[in-house]
């Protein structure tokens, strides 16, 4: 397997372009049928669809007996059995070698939504079944329909979450019938045009309403703009993690993104707050004015910095602040509750540099313990 | 880089292509071809050779592909074309014997299994033989079709084991050869059971049994085991072959036998014989340690 991954990309000159990733295995894939058609005859049926039209028996020149020195037959009966059993075996083979690259294509088209292992394994086994159900049903019309009773008595459903699942079983079954009726040819054919459209339509979005923004094209830019740029440039490199929030998800980021911003303050400089101190209440006013003369006297500054308010539901006061060392986080939060008679309901601090705090602290500790060694 | 990637693609995709392209032909074409039209010729100067039957030379060999490895009976049509039918499976084949072409074939119904021994033609409808007498009746089919048929219970099963029909329109009946005989009183002849296809004959069936001690003893053979029978159409006699014993028996209709002789070199397994009316007879082989055989011969 390390070695077909290695030969893959050094083909793709190591590309991780999909495309090119999809267009070198199906190269390899044509090399080895080539090879494998050239120089083992009696496969080459299957590629052609050969074994079909001799089922038929389409007109055909019989071999000439006076003109053959000594009679052969053409096929004995242990070389016409090891032939069924060979191909067979490459029928079923060709079906894994043909459906591998739709489950690559599967799991990444599916990777925003998280893919379903258990259709990645079906498309895997469901177009060997079924290649095996066609190759034993064959002309026959009473085995068709015995194997139509058998499926009825089966019953088996399975539903799936989304449509596009169903589109890749039914390749999946397609490619089966395919091989089954040793038409490999047409399941390549498939399996190569499935992918390289299904990589362009995922590609470009297509099918998306032309009037509407596309989520990555909605959120990515004020994203990028809370989240910097790259050493590359790309605003943001996790195109899957744009596309995967909700306008929502977006505005509370970006709200701590601000937040953050104004704790860390602009880069290489001291930052002037170093916290945020979240105040729950259901009296803004009171509370505002308890709350900030205890800020005034248990940290170096303080600034409002958002109120929120809501209904049903206790409000929400923001302060970013400059915690004084001497002042520990238990005795912040105790001086800004006990400031509030009664008109706070809860108060959280989210120290920035805590576990700086913490393991500058530990460091000390460890050097006390070290010195009288 | 990018370009090269293209190009290699492309070379490959355009080389699989040309692997994949598929050799058929059809019928037209073979029958024009080089080939089809050299071996036409070749029999015509065979069958122009005044000495090729007194030799036993073939005229011509087919090699028969698998799925023909059983062949057991030969019939001809009115317009002379020659019908073949597998021992197992209820499927039909046409063979141009002068240009050594399968032509076409057809199912009975879907495929069904038997033991088929004979097969003849009467009147446009095909009549298809086991070896319990059971008879099918079918009209021709397309290549690779399906046909409808009936069935016809002779019920001659406990008497005899078949392996031979022909139609003799002088009496518009079939006649059937019977391989092995149950009737243990009978002993060194060939029966011919009489099917009237007339169906306002009150006694459809009639046995003929044919004394063979004379011939037996002249030629120094055990027994006869007809494995198929077939008509003259320039006499009308009963021409029959025998795969174990490797002989050929022509007889009238009456019962007399005209002559007897032995088959030539390379009949493994002879299951099937019919005559053409520009005089050919041809002779088809089971496959055996061998390929299935259809040899011609010039006839008489």
């Known amino acids: ?373 | 880089m990018r370009h090269a990637w293209c190009a290699t693609s492309l070379g490959l995709c355009l080389l699989a292509g040309s692997a994949c392209h598929n050799r058929g032909s059809d019928l037209a074409e073979l029958t024009r071809s080089q080939t089809a039209v050299a071996r036409e010729t070749r029999l015509e100067k065979a069958l122009a050779d005044r000495n090729a039957a007194v030799a036993g030379k073939p005229l011509a060999r087919w090699i028969l592909p698998a799925p023909l490895r059983e062949i057991s009976g030969l019939a001809l049509t009115k317009d002379g074309r020659m019908l073949a039918q597998g021992d197992e499976i209820g499927e039909i084949w046409e063979i141009d014997y002068r240009r050594g072409i399968l032509v076409k074939h057809f199912f009975i119904g879907e495929a069904v299994k038997g033991d088929f021994e004979g097969i003849t033609v009467a009147n446009d409808v095909l009549f298809l033989m086991a070896s319990s007498g059971r008879i099918s009746m079918f009209h021709e089919g397309a290549n690779n079709s399906h046909v409808a048929y009936n069935v016809v219970e002779t019920g001659l099963k406990k008497d005899c084991e078949f392996e031979g029909i022909v139609f003799d329109p002088t009496i518009n009946s079939l006649v059937l050869a019977c391989k092995h005989i149950h009737d243990k009183d009978v002993h060194d002849a060939i029966v011919l059971y009489r099917w009237s296809l007339a169906s306002d004959t009150t006694a459809r069936l009639s046995k003929v049994t044919v004394s063979l001690v004379d011939v037996l003893r002249a030629n120094g053979w055990k027994h006869f085991h007809p494995s198929d029978i077939t008509i003259d159409p320039e006499t009308g006699n009963y021409v029959l072959i025998a795969s174990l014993e490797k002989t050929l028996i022509e007889m009238t209709p009456a019962g007399s036998v005209v002559f007897a002789r032995s088959l030539p070199e390379g009949h493994p397994q002879a299951e099937g014989v019919a005559i053409t009316k520009d005089s050919i007879l041809i002779v088809s082989d089971e496959a055996t340690a061998g390929p299935a055989l259809i040899t011609l011969y010039k006839w008489p």
């Open chain 1, 1 to 373: 397997m390390g070695f077909f991954t290695r030969l893959l990309g050094y083909m793709s000159f190591g590309s991780s372009h999909p495309l090119r990733r999809l267009g070198t295995y199906y190269a390899v894939l044509l090399i080895v049928g080539f090879f494998v058609f050239r120089f083992v005859p009696l496969l080459d049926g299957l590629l052609s669809g050969e074994r079909l039209a001799r089922l038929a028996q389409a007109p055909s020149l019989l071999q000439d007996g006076l003109l053959t020195g000594k009679i052969q037959s053409p096929e004995a009966d242990f070389t016409s059995r090891l032939e069924f059993a060979t191909s067979t075996a490459f029928i079923l083979l060709s079906t894994l070698a043909i459906m591998l690259p739709v489950t690559w294509v599967y799991m990444s088209a599916r990777s925003g939504h998280g893919h379903n292992q258990s259709v990645v394994q079906a498309l895997i086994v469901l177009p060997m079944i079924v290649a095996g159900i066609v190759l034993i049903v064959s002309n026959s019309l009473a085995l068709a329909f015995s194997l139509g009773g058998v499926v009825a008595a089966v019953r088996f459903r399975t539903n799936l979450s989304d449509a596009r699942d169903v589109v890749f079983i039914f390749l999946a079954i397609a490619v089966g019938f395919a091989a089954g009726v040793q038409e490999i040819t047409i399941a390549l054919m498939l399996s190569i045009i499935f992918n390289f459209v299904l990589v362009l339509i995922w590609r470009y979005d297509f099918g998306r309403a032309v009037l509407e923004p596309t989520a990555s094209a909605e959120w990515a830019e004020p994203l990028s703009d809370l989240a910097g740029k790259d050493k590359s440039g790309h605003k943001v490199p996790d195109r899957d993690l744009v596309l995967a929030l909700t306008p929502k998800k977006v505005e509370a980021l970006a709200d701590r993104f601000d937040r953050v911003r104004s704790i860390l303050g602009p880069n290489g400089k001291k930052p002037r707050y170093n916290a945020v101190v979240s105040v729950m209440t259901n009296e803004i006013s009171e509370a505002q004015k308890t709350v900030e003369p205890a800020l005034e006297k248990v940290t170096k500054r303080w600034k409002l910095d958002e109120v929120v308010t809501n209904t049903g539901k206790p409000s929400e006061l923001y302060y970013i602040v400059r915690t004084r060392k001497s002042v520990e986080r238990d005795a912040l939060l105790t001086a800004i509750r006990t400031s509030g008679n009664g008109t706070i309901d809860s108060v959280d601090v989210e120290i920035g540099d805590a576990l700086a705090v913490e393991a500058g602290e530990e460091r000390r500790e460890r050097k006390k313990q070290e010195e009288p060694a």
